[in-house]
Nanobody, 118 residues
Framework: QVQLVESGGGLVQPGGSLRLSCAAS????????MGWYRREPGNQRVLVAAVTSGSITSYEKSVKGRFTISRDNAKNTIYLQMNNLEPEDTAVYYC????????????WGQGTQVTVSS
């Protein structure tokens, strides 16, 4: 089992910044992707950004240039630096750890609310 603990959400004004953190603990080994998803009210959960064990990153189009995902493999922790936040970024953000296709393991954090409003 793996536990993912998120922190860093909150309320911020448009144009502001927030930094999310997600620490993984438990039975961790091998290569796996970690990422951030978000779910807006009434919508499905969508991938925002992801990073591999080798620090290869990918981003959803709307956050490119504003969000930066990073990873500390020694601490099994990822970060999402969110700059120039927009009201459309308001959502619950979920941390994810995915061992597929090598192993059929996928884990989720409990979610942290990010609200961008004046």
């Amino acid at each position: 089992q793996v536990q993912l603990v998120e922190s860093g959400g909150g309320l911020v004004q448009p144009g502001g910044s927030l930094r999310l953190s997600c620490a993984a603990s438990g039975s961790i080994f091998g290569d796996f992707v970690m990422g951030w998803y978000r779910r807006e009210p009434g919508n499905q959960r969508v991938l925002v950004a992801a990073v591999t064990s080798g620090s290869i990153t990918s981003y959803e189009k709307s956050v490119k240039g504003r969000f930066t995902i990073s990873r500390d493999n020694a601490k099994n922790t990822i970060y999402l630096q969110m700059n120039n936040l927009e009201p459309e970024d308001t959502a619950v953000y979920y941390c994810n750890a995915d061992w597929r296709p090598n192993y059929p393991w996928v884990y989720w954090g409990q979610g942290t609310q990010v609200t961008v409003s004046s």
